[in-house]
């Protein structure tokens, strides 16, 4: 079973509107979420980790425990954006059991 | 630090031939992890190491993939014999596993672009 589920292959917003990126997991335990970003022709690399309760470039995730949710949103999209999102889950219980979802692929358009 | 090293970057090769992907870890980092990154599923998990012992192969497809790691600084994952349906980009990470688990942020090489014609 998919424990990391991105509902959306492709995403297309215009600049200067609100993205979400949705992402749902699937484990019973103390969930440990991430996500990462891999931007054209660069590393996949972190972007944001839920613990840290932080805002990177502009984006934050909250973790919903009741509708096992971890969704990335920004108030307004910036060209730059324009990446391959990935929703992570770390399996914390087991050790260090990364699971990645399949990714969404994020267009702003000018 | 370099970060994660892998080689070769791209590789293509002919149906049945063996093909070794390598990989370099950042120094002091104790868990290593092979993934694979097709358009179809994503990014997959195919075999994690900690402290240079094979912890969990249940994502690697078949008896064709093989991965090692002789020591704390060097992996290779194996496919013999390779398979069109193998091309895909082969990433690695690493992480330190050291404090929180939460904090442990997984560090991604280039990657390996394979194609098996």
């Known amino acids: 079973a998919q424990r990391v589920t991105q509902p959306e292959k492709l995403l297309s917003v215009f600049k200067g509107a609100p993205v979400e990126l949705k992402c749902n997991y699937s484990y019973s335990g103390s969930p440990e979420l991430f996500w990462y970003v891999q931007y054209s022709r660069q590393r996949l690399q972190l972007l944001l980790r839920?613990?840290s309760r932080e805002s990177i470039k502009g984006f934050t995730a909250d973790l919903n425990k009741g509708e096992t949710s971890f969704h990335l949103k920004k108030p307004f999209a910036q060209e730059e954006d324009s990446a391959m999102y990935y929703c992570a889950l770390n399996l914390s219980d087991t050790g260090n059991q990364f699971y990645f979802g399949t990714g969404t692929s994020l267009t702003v358009i000018p | 630090d370099a970060g994660v090293i892998q080689s070769p970057r791209h590789e293509v090769t002919e149906m049945g031939q063996e093909v070794t992907l390598r990989c370099k870890p950042i120094s002091g980092h104790n868990s290593l992890f092979w993934y694979r990154q097709t358009m179809m599923r994503g990014l997959e998990l195919l075999i994690y190491f900690n402290n240079n012992v094979p912890i969990d192969d249940s994502g690697m497809p078949e008896d064709r993939f093989s991965a090692k790691m002789p020591n704390a600084s060097f992996s290779t994952l194996k496919i013999q014999p390779s398979e069109p349906r193998d091309s895909a980009v082969y990433f690695c990470?690493?992480?330190?596993?050291?404090?929180?688990?939460?904090?442990?942020?997984?560090?991604f090489g280039p990657g390996t672009r394979l194609t098996v014609l």
């Open positions: 839920h613990i």
């Open positions: 990470a690493s992480t330190s596993g050291e404090g929180l688990a939460e904090y442990n942020e997984q560090f």
